[in-house]
Protein backbone atom coordinates (compact mmCIF):
# COMPACT_ATOMS: atom_id res chain seq x y z
CA UNK A 1 0.00 0.00 0.00
CA UNK A 2 1.99 3.25 -1.17
CA UNK A 3 1.35 6.78 0.46
CA UNK A 4 -1.20 7.92 -2.01
CA UNK A 5 -3.47 5.61 -0.67
CA UNK A 6 -2.91 5.42 3.49
CA UNK A 7 -2.91 9.27 3.77
CA UNK A 8 -6.11 12.20 2.75
CA UNK A 9 -4.51 15.93 2.62
CA UNK A 10 -6.75 18.95 2.89
CA UNK A 11 -6.48 22.41 2.35
CA UNK A 12 -7.14 23.73 6.11
CA UNK A 13 -7.52 27.58 5.50
CA UNK A 14 -4.53 29.67 3.68
CA UNK A 15 -1.43 28.57 5.34
CA UNK A 16 -2.29 25.09 6.78
CA UNK A 17 -2.88 21.06 5.60
CA UNK A 18 -4.82 18.54 7.41
CA UNK A 19 -3.47 14.73 7.05
CA UNK A 20 -5.20 12.02 7.78
CA UNK A 21 -4.32 8.66 8.08
CA UNK A 22 -6.93 6.28 6.56
CA UNK A 23 -5.99 2.79 7.05
CA UNK A 24 -8.64 2.04 9.62
CA UNK A 25 -6.10 0.38 12.08
CA UNK A 26 -5.72 2.65 14.94
CA UNK A 27 -2.73 2.14 16.01
CA UNK A 28 -1.05 2.02 12.29
CA UNK A 29 -3.03 5.32 11.68
CA UNK A 30 -1.53 6.93 14.79
CA UNK A 31 2.27 6.01 14.33
CA UNK A 32 1.83 6.82 10.68
CA UNK A 33 0.72 10.85 11.81
CA UNK A 34 3.64 10.88 14.61
CA UNK A 35 6.28 9.64 12.27
CA UNK A 36 5.22 12.01 9.48
CA UNK A 37 4.93 15.00 11.75
CA UNK A 38 9.09 13.82 13.44
CA UNK A 39 10.17 13.72 10.02
CA UNK A 40 8.67 17.25 9.04
CA UNK A 41 10.11 18.64 12.36
CA UNK A 42 13.84 17.75 11.87
CA UNK A 43 13.65 18.33 8.01
CA UNK A 44 13.98 21.72 8.07
CA UNK A 45 11.65 22.85 5.28
CA UNK A 46 11.73 26.79 5.13
CA UNK A 47 8.59 27.44 5.27
CA UNK A 48 6.98 25.33 7.48
CA UNK A 49 6.75 26.20 10.94
CA UNK A 50 4.94 23.42 12.89
CA UNK A 51 3.25 19.75 12.64
CA UNK A 52 0.89 19.06 15.33
CA UNK A 53 -0.43 14.94 15.47
CA UNK A 54 -3.17 13.76 17.17
CA UNK A 55 -4.80 10.28 16.81
CA UNK A 56 -4.98 10.00 13.33
CA UNK A 57 -4.07 13.07 11.67
CA UNK A 58 -1.48 16.08 11.54
CA UNK A 59 -1.78 19.86 10.54
CA UNK A 60 1.01 21.20 8.97
CA UNK A 61 1.58 24.91 9.61
CA UNK A 62 2.94 26.89 6.99
CA UNK A 63 4.18 30.32 5.78
CA UNK A 64 2.17 30.91 3.03
CA UNK A 65 4.58 33.63 1.55
CA UNK A 66 7.43 31.45 1.70
CA UNK A 67 5.50 28.27 0.13
CA UNK A 68 2.18 27.40 -0.82
CA UNK A 69 -0.61 23.89 -0.33
CA UNK A 70 0.61 22.22 -3.23
CA UNK A 71 4.19 22.62 -2.73
CA UNK A 72 3.80 21.60 1.31
CA UNK A 73 1.60 18.62 -0.22
CA UNK A 74 4.38 17.46 -2.59
CA UNK A 75 6.44 17.68 0.55
CA UNK A 76 4.10 15.71 2.91
CA UNK A 77 4.01 12.97 -0.11
CA UNK A 78 7.96 12.96 -0.28
CA UNK A 79 8.27 12.29 3.36
CA UNK A 80 4.84 9.16 3.13
CA UNK A 81 7.24 7.73 0.37
CA UNK A 82 10.32 7.61 2.54
CA UNK A 83 9.05 6.68 5.75
CA UNK A 84 7.53 4.00 3.63
CA UNK A 85 10.59 2.74 2.25
CA UNK A 86 13.38 3.11 5.16
CA UNK A 87 10.80 3.06 7.62
CA UNK A 88 9.72 5.76 10.89
CA UNK A 89 12.94 6.82 13.04
CA UNK A 90 11.54 5.48 16.49
CA UNK A 91 12.95 6.16 19.95
CA UNK A 92 12.71 4.22 23.15
CA UNK A 93 9.43 5.48 25.18
CA UNK A 94 10.26 7.03 28.61
CA UNK A 95 7.90 5.50 31.68
CA UNK A 96 6.39 7.81 34.07
CA UNK A 97 4.37 6.69 37.16
CA UNK A 98 1.64 9.03 38.46
CA UNK A 99 0.54 8.85 42.03
CA UNK A 100 -2.98 9.48 42.27
CA UNK A 101 -5.57 10.21 45.43
CA UNK A 102 -9.00 8.66 43.96
CA UNK A 103 -12.25 10.15 45.43
CA UNK A 104 -13.44 12.70 48.07
CA UNK A 105 -12.48 16.17 47.05
CA UNK A 106 -9.71 15.14 44.89
CA UNK A 107 -12.05 12.82 42.49
CA UNK A 108 -15.49 14.36 43.01
CA UNK A 109 -17.50 12.39 40.30
CA UNK A 110 -15.65 9.28 40.92
CA UNK A 111 -19.21 8.01 42.45
CA UNK A 112 -21.12 9.44 38.98
CA UNK A 113 -18.26 7.00 36.98
CA UNK A 114 -19.00 4.08 39.19
CA UNK A 115 -23.13 4.31 39.10
CA UNK A 116 -22.82 4.94 35.26
CA UNK A 117 -20.48 2.23 34.64
CA UNK A 118 -22.50 -0.36 37.10
CA UNK A 119 -19.47 -1.09 39.19
CA UNK A 120 -17.77 -0.44 42.52
CA UNK A 121 -16.08 2.58 43.11
CA UNK A 122 -13.17 0.44 44.50
CA UNK A 123 -13.38 -1.48 40.88
CA UNK A 124 -13.18 1.74 39.40
CA UNK A 125 -9.62 2.59 40.76
CA UNK A 126 -8.58 -0.94 40.28
CA UNK A 127 -9.26 -0.57 36.58
CA UNK A 128 -7.88 3.09 36.14
CA UNK A 129 -4.37 1.86 37.90
CA UNK A 130 -4.25 -1.63 36.31
CA UNK A 131 -2.53 -0.87 32.81
CA UNK A 132 0.25 1.38 31.56
CA UNK A 133 -1.04 4.19 29.43
CA UNK A 134 0.32 5.59 25.62
CA UNK A 135 0.40 8.82 25.45
CA UNK A 136 -1.20 9.50 22.29
CA UNK A 137 -0.72 12.81 21.65
CA UNK A 138 -0.61 16.44 23.55
CA UNK A 139 -3.78 18.74 23.70
CA UNK A 140 -5.64 21.35 25.70
CA UNK A 141 -4.59 22.82 27.86
CA UNK A 142 -0.34 23.09 28.37
CA UNK A 143 -0.08 19.88 26.89
CA UNK A 144 -2.36 17.61 28.44
CA UNK A 145 -1.49 13.95 28.19
CA UNK A 146 -4.21 12.45 25.89
CA UNK A 147 -4.29 8.90 26.32
CA UNK A 148 -6.65 5.68 25.69
CA UNK A 149 -9.26 5.16 28.71
CA UNK A 150 -8.95 2.19 31.16
CA UNK A 151 -11.17 -0.94 30.17
CA UNK A 152 -14.53 0.31 31.64
CA UNK A 153 -17.64 -1.16 30.34
CA UNK A 154 -18.85 1.93 28.59
CA UNK A 155 -17.78 4.81 27.65
CA UNK A 156 -18.08 7.42 30.53
CA UNK A 157 -20.16 10.16 29.43
CA UNK A 158 -18.93 14.13 29.40
CA UNK A 159 -21.10 16.49 32.82
CA UNK A 160 -23.56 18.03 31.52
CA UNK A 161 -22.59 21.43 33.05
CA UNK A 162 -18.52 21.55 32.69
CA UNK A 163 -16.97 23.32 36.11
CA UNK A 164 -15.47 26.67 35.47
CA UNK A 165 -12.07 25.16 36.61
CA UNK A 166 -10.49 22.18 37.42
CA UNK A 167 -7.56 22.35 39.17
CA UNK A 168 -3.82 21.12 37.98
CA UNK A 169 -2.97 17.74 37.81
CA UNK A 170 -7.16 16.83 37.96
CA UNK A 171 -6.80 13.30 36.62
CA UNK A 172 -10.36 12.70 34.25
CA UNK A 173 -11.70 9.93 31.96
CA UNK A 174 -14.65 10.46 29.23
CA UNK A 175 -15.77 8.46 26.33
CA UNK A 176 -12.91 5.98 25.38
CA UNK A 177 -10.33 8.77 27.08
CA UNK A 178 -8.33 9.47 30.04
CA UNK A 179 -6.21 12.99 30.70
CA UNK A 180 -4.19 14.73 33.39
CA UNK A 181 -4.80 18.39 33.56
CA UNK A 182 -1.16 20.30 33.76
CA UNK A 183 -2.95 23.50 34.80
CA UNK A 184 -6.14 24.55 36.21
CA UNK A 185 -9.06 24.93 33.51
CA UNK A 186 -12.40 24.59 32.88
CA UNK A 187 -13.14 21.06 32.18
CA UNK A 188 -16.56 18.86 31.19
CA UNK A 189 -14.52 15.24 31.66
CA UNK A 190 -15.38 13.53 34.76
CA UNK A 191 -12.51 13.67 37.56
CA UNK A 192 -11.91 10.89 39.31
CA UNK A 193 -8.76 11.75 41.42
CA UNK A 194 -5.84 14.41 41.66
CA UNK A 195 -2.14 13.87 41.59
CA UNK A 196 -0.08 16.31 43.99
CA UNK A 197 2.51 15.85 41.13
CA UNK A 198 3.23 19.06 38.71
CA UNK A 199 3.07 18.47 35.25
CA UNK A 200 3.92 22.12 33.86
CA UNK A 201 6.97 24.35 34.57
CA UNK A 202 6.96 27.26 32.62
CA UNK A 203 10.68 27.75 32.92
CA UNK A 204 11.29 24.61 31.22
CA UNK A 205 11.60 23.71 27.67
CA UNK A 206 9.58 21.56 27.21
CA UNK A 207 6.87 22.99 29.26
CA UNK A 208 5.90 19.22 30.24
CA UNK A 209 8.42 16.40 30.69
CA UNK A 210 6.81 13.40 28.22
CA UNK A 211 5.98 13.15 24.32
CA UNK A 212 3.85 11.33 22.58
CA UNK A 213 4.73 7.77 22.86
CA UNK A 214 5.98 8.08 26.40
CA UNK A 215 3.98 5.59 29.02
CA UNK A 216 2.25 6.69 32.36
CA UNK A 217 1.28 3.90 35.24
CA UNK A 218 -1.12 5.55 37.82
CA UNK A 219 -0.58 3.83 41.35
CA UNK A 220 -3.08 5.14 44.29
CA UNK A 221 -2.06 7.57 47.30
CA UNK A 222 -3.75 7.89 50.45
CA UNK A 223 -5.56 11.67 50.61
CA UNK A 224 -2.61 11.93 53.76
CA UNK A 225 0.12 11.28 50.95
CA UNK A 226 -0.68 14.02 48.89
CA UNK A 227 0.92 16.70 50.67
CA UNK A 228 4.03 14.42 50.49
CA UNK A 229 3.88 14.48 46.97
CA UNK A 230 2.84 18.10 46.39
CA UNK A 231 4.87 20.25 43.81
CA UNK A 232 7.19 17.41 43.36
CA UNK A 233 7.59 17.40 39.43
CA UNK A 234 6.54 14.70 37.30
CA UNK A 235 9.70 12.92 36.15
CA UNK A 236 10.80 9.83 33.79
CA UNK A 237 11.52 6.86 36.02
CA UNK A 238 15.24 5.95 35.80
Given at each position: MGASTTIEVHEAGDAALRVVATTGDREHDWKTVHAL???????????????????????????????????????????????????????????FEVPVVYGGQFGPDLARVADHEGLGVEEIIRLHTAKSYVIRCLGAPAGSPMMDGPDFPLPVPRLKDPRISVPAGAVSVAGRQAVIAPASAPGGWCVIGQTPLTLLDASREPLVPYLPGDVLRFHRISPEDFARYDGQPLEALP
Open positions: AGWLDSSGMDGIHGAVPTYDSLLVEFDSHLTSARQVRAIVLLAMRQIDFVGATSRTPRQ
